[in-house]
C-alpha cells in the first residue's frame, strides 16, 4: 500500500519529466498523508496540466461525504469492478509526482518505517484515479487514489503491495482516456521490477505528519533507534507503612 510519500525534486524537473503546461513553485514536502492536497498530472483539452487534489477520494454516487471512508488506494486487480473505480479508470486516469515513498515493517511486534526510492534516484509517476464529487448544493471536492499492485520478491519484504509506477515513456497512454481504454492500459499496472527500488530504515519520527524535514529520509543510526525503543514500564512499588501492633483482645483476626 502507500500511506505516505514525498516530492523533493525541484519544481521545473518535475515540470520537464511530467510535460505539463503549468509551471507551479512549490516547496519540497517530506511527510505527505491522506487528506492533505497533492500535486496531481492530468491530460486535459489535449494538454498535461497540474491541479492540486485531495489525496483520497470519494465516488461521485456517494450521498454524504462525512459517512464515507476516502480511499487512498485502489487495488489494481479489482479496479474493472469496484463501483468506486470502475468508471475513474477508463477516463480519469492521472499520475502523482513523487521522489519516493515510506513504509512500515512489523518487526519483533513493532513496526519501523522505511524510506523507499529509485536506486537511480529519478522522480516516479505513481498511477492514481481522479473522481470529482458534486454536493446538492454545488459543491464540489477532487479526490485520488494511488494504484497498487503485488511488491516484487525484494520490495515483499516490507510489505506485500507497492504503489504503482508508470514508466516516462508510458505517460501518454496511462493518462490518454480517449485513446486508450481500460483493457489496454491494464498491463502497465505492475509494482516496479526486482532490483529498481533501493530502500533504508529511517527514524520513527516520521510517524508523526507535523514532522516535515530532510532529516526524515536519513537512515537511522543505532543510537537514534536504542533512544526510540520503548522504555520498559516501571511497577509501582507499594509504599511501606509502620504498624502498630494491636493489643490481643483474645478474639483473633484476619489481618
Known sequence: ???RFVITSPPEALRQTFGYIEQPNFPPRYNIAPTQPIPVVILENGGRHFRLMR????PAWVK???KFTLLINARSETLLEKPAFKNAIKRRRCLIPADGYYEWQDASGRKRPFFI?????HPVG?????ETWMGPNGEEADGVAIVTAPASRDLATLHHRVPVTIAPDEFERWLDGRSHDADEVMPLLRGPTEGEFAWHEISTRVNRVVN??????LPVTEEQRAAEEPKPTKRAVPRKVASVEPEDDGQG???
Do not use: I
Open 212 to 217: 516535515d524535514d530532510p532529516q526524515l529520509l
Open 1 to 3: 500500500m502507500c500511506g
Open 253 to 255: 483476626s484476619l489481618f
Open 55 to 58: 489525496w483520497g477520494l470519494v
Open 117 to 121: 526510492h529509485r536506486r537511480d534516484g
Open 126 to 130: 505513481f498511477a492514481a484515479l481522479a
Open 64 to 66: 454524504d461525504p462525512r
